[in-house]
């Protein structure tokens, strides 16, 4: 045996989140109790909300405490189990955090099917992000067949999903993201009509011209000023769906209301915000649908894979620098 | 007979508008010509929408051309028909606009019954304020019986039928208002379990002692910083009605969209925008409802009745002063 490494949080960021607000240890192994797992981490997911959870006060779900294991999905392998149902070599997904052992109730997991996708891919297209996609888009955007689909930060985890169900819907599907190696992935890999490289000047424009019906579902990753240039250019009946505000995650204070959220009544449209967890009674139903389209190749999974779990912090970074491309993860 | 007296649009304001941008003039008498009827005003709705028709560009209506007569919601006597259906005597509603006659095709205006209430009470309770109020609350808003409704500009023409629809429902109602007079009046005479005064400090603080359970539709007609407000105290699954701004309606380039629009997501809420010309064809449900609920007593009519039709501006600016008192009208 050899010793856990954990990231655990050290201080809350007030800024940009980085290596001074985290600790990492070399600790005792955890032991299983009764009802519990050993597991050994796989892969690590790095999420654009994980920067929320580290404010302090009420939110979806209650902060990372100080001094605690940094809250992260995770999948990895049972080393040992007190719990009926599970043996050693078993993969399950859940979210013990950042660190390389896991004591873990059964409850608190579920299995993964590594014959039907690899191990990381479950918390890409099969984990969060595939749930966050599937039924932002489908349920809280009420996806029409034909309709003109716009998400940003479309080379992430999350907006490149969305954009390829729309396509798999029927939609005329554009991406906004940033550089012009990002668009050409999303339209040559990813398969979008188009792609707006939000650093260029004119985005508002290069939006209109490859949006000429206006748009009817906007995803938003990102907030700020990306928001209020596709609100300006909303059709009837509109969709804007809330998932995120990455552009503002490290500094609430800055945080700008679309200006022109007047347009929600000129054009009779409206604006939501889900919280992926409420779907979880649904999860099935996405995961058999995106793996169907996964192995046909209607859709495309892309992990973008760091080493190290004591790069935590500058990988976490990573996320709000822009600098990912396809899923964040980390491998011990 | 006599001459018609006209407002019309001399030039578009570009901040507060006042007499400088309209032309009053006394006119020929207009003549009707087949399938036309001449009417003579009775009474002119005056409504936050009118700021909107002022501006330029595009917007759910096409904006008063400089020279025409203001649009305006209106009421009056057939005074000559030639149109069948219609005889001298009749009271119809139309948006003929600002002058004290029009020659008006019939098909662009409808017989209202002043046996079932008075005519100027078809601008109000039975117009487009009650039309906006009914839909606005019960359709966009989704209300259900027992929530929370909050509702800004509570005396006025839409607020107050707004707050007093939901009492009908069983909701728990509270409304924002300027002054003490119009809180009492809101609480007193509408029946609003309580009423939060912008004017004061602390409307944050006064609206979620007000909202023990918090706010489950805020229905808004001022948009800034009591939008805001609202929006901190969004429940789950909260509706936010967009029905106007009037706040910013004077100068575009102030308004601000909510900076906790997050809010929607940590709540998995909406927020929605309307227009009332899109549910002409249940005009007649509301009417219906909102008639026998005038006639019960569960619902009071108030009209603020202005007179003199040279004095349109200075009349109009007495909404975004926030010093009407009901719906504001002018007679001719």
Chains 1, 2 share one sequence.
């Not at 990895?76 to 043996?87: H, L």
């Not at 409850?107 to 992000?129: Q, S």
Request: with cysteine; net charge negative.
């Amino acid at each position: 045996m050899t010793t856990n490494r954990t990231i655990r949080l050290k201080a809350r960021p007030s800024g940009m989140v980085g290596p001074e607000h985290f600790d990492f240890a070399e600790e005792a192994m955890p032991v299983a109790g009764d009802g519990e797992l050993l597991v050994k981490t796989g892969f690590i997911s790095l999420d654009p909300a994980m920067r929320g959870w580290l404010n302090e006060g009420k939110s979806y779900i209650p902060p990372v405490g100080i001094g605690e294991v940094m809250r992260a999905g995770t999948v990895g392998e049972v080393v040992a189990s007190n719990a009926d149902g599970f043996a050693p070599g078993d993969w399950v997904a859940g979210i013990w955090g950042v660190q390389t052992y896991a004591a873990v109730a059964a409850k608190d997991v579920h299995k993964i099917d590594t014959g039907l996708a690899p191990p990381e891919r479950w918390l890409g297209a099969l984990g969060m992000p595939g749930m966050t996609a599937y039924f932002g888009i489908l349920d809280v955007g009420a996806l029409k067949d034909g309709e003109t689909v716009v998400v940003s930060a479309a080379a992430g985890a999350v907006g490149g999903l969305v954009g390829q169900i729309a396509k798999v819907k029927g939609c005329h599907v554009v991406g906004i993201a940033g550089g012009a190696e990002k668009c050409s992935y999303v339209v040559n890999e990813l398969g979008f009509d188009a792609c707006v490289d939000y650093k260029e000047d004119g985005v508002l424009k290069a939006l209109a011209t490859a949006c000429p019906k206006g748009v009817d579902v906007y995803f938003d990753n990102v907030g700020g000023p990306i928001l209020e240039a596709a609100m300006t250019l909303l059709r009837r009946g509109a969709r804007v769906v809330i998932c995120g505000a990455i552009s503002g995650y490290n500094d609430f204070s800055k945080i700008q209301g679309p200006r022109n959220y007047l347009n929600l009544l000129v054009q009779r449209a409206r604006m939501e915000g889900f919280v992926v967890f409420d779907y979880e009674a649904r999860y099935g139903e996405a995961i058999r649908d995106i793996a169907g389209w996964l192995q046909s190749g209607k859709v495309k999974a892309k992990e973008d894979i760091q080493h190290g779990i004591e790069r935590f912090p500058e990988v976490l970074q990573m996320l709000f620098k822009g600098e990912n491309f396809g899923k964040l993860i980390l491998k011990p």
